[in-house]
């Protein structure tokens, strides 16, 4: 092998060691995974995130929220995929945050924000009165796609509201 054979050789077995570990569903796995969120090759982040994710530990909610921000796309997918099957409220407004920075995001968003479904109306009820309006808005959106009675109630105030744009989505 040459030097970057066996790079390649150590990449693909860390990322399937990885992988096992998650399929594997055992939660005392975490700490050997969350070592490796941090790997310079993305294979091997992106096994991580979809590994937290499969483990379903909320203990791996801020790590994965951190992921977000990572700079493969594949990577943030998979982190935003993790969080869903997680459903740790505590992740809503960073993925909100996530999809109004990024709007070709915003549909995996939303599947993550309806996977957590009863966890997420708390923290998307206190995103209704955030200062920034795209928030706003894609806040609106995702409580109407929840299908609840909480975040439909939530939004009734919006029908009202002097911008268009609320109105239509409420």
Known sequence: FTKDGERLVGVVARRQAIQELGEAGETSAIDD????????WIPVREAAATALGALKNPQATATLIRMLGDEAASVCRAAITALGSIGDGRAV?????????????KAQVSDAIGSMKASAIPELLKLLKHSDPGIVLDTVV??????????????????NSELTILQAHA
């Open 33 to 40: 995974i969350l070592v490796t969120v941090d790997d310079p």
């Open 93 to 105: 407004e960073s993925l909100v945050h996530l999809s109004v920075i990024q709007p070709h995001r």
């Open 142 to 159: 995702l409580l109407g796609h929840l299908r609840d009675r909480l975040a439909t109630e939530a939004l009734i105030p919006f029908l």
